[in-house]
């Protein structure tokens, strides 16, 4: 199973970008997505996620400017990034809880992580 995250990129303050998380490989079913970033000399923190369902939650410190969404049929997940600002300026993961096949546990799963620079 891989997840392959891309969209990162260099955008000025006030701008927008789109990531996309795609997991390809045997999978049985996907249970959540979700987005995290790390800051430099910050610890991971979780940003937005997405349960198969379609609910969705969101940090505070997103919340009104991003959007997270899900293509069940893809198993893809989108991170629609507007009015952004330097403090999210991160690398940005993406992350499922999935089943894969031939396995009974569900498990916890990362991206390699996209670099999303804001500039003042």
């Known amino acids: 199973v891989q997840l392959q995250a891309s969209g990162g990129g260099l955008v000025q303050a006030g701008g927008s970008l789109r990531l996309s998380c795609a997991v390809s490989g045997s999978i049985v079913a996907i249970n959540r997505m979700a987005w995290y970033r790390q800051a430099p000399g910050k610890l991971r923190e979780w940003v937005a996620d997405?349960?198969?369902?379609?609910?969705?939650a969101y940090a505070d410190s997103v919340k009104g400017r991003f959007t997270v969404s899900g293509d069940n049929a893809k198993n893809t997940v989108y991170l629609q990034m507007n009015s952004l600002r330097p403090g999210d300026t991160a690398v940005y993961y993406c992350?499922?809880?999935?089943?894969?096949?031939?396995?009974?546990?569900?498990?916890?799963?990362w991206g390699q992580g996209t670099q999303v620079t804001v500039s003042s």
């Open positions: 992350n499922a809880d999935l089943l894969e096949r031939g396995r009974v546990i569900w498990g916890d799963y």
């Open positions: 997405i349960a198969r369902s379609g609910s969705t």
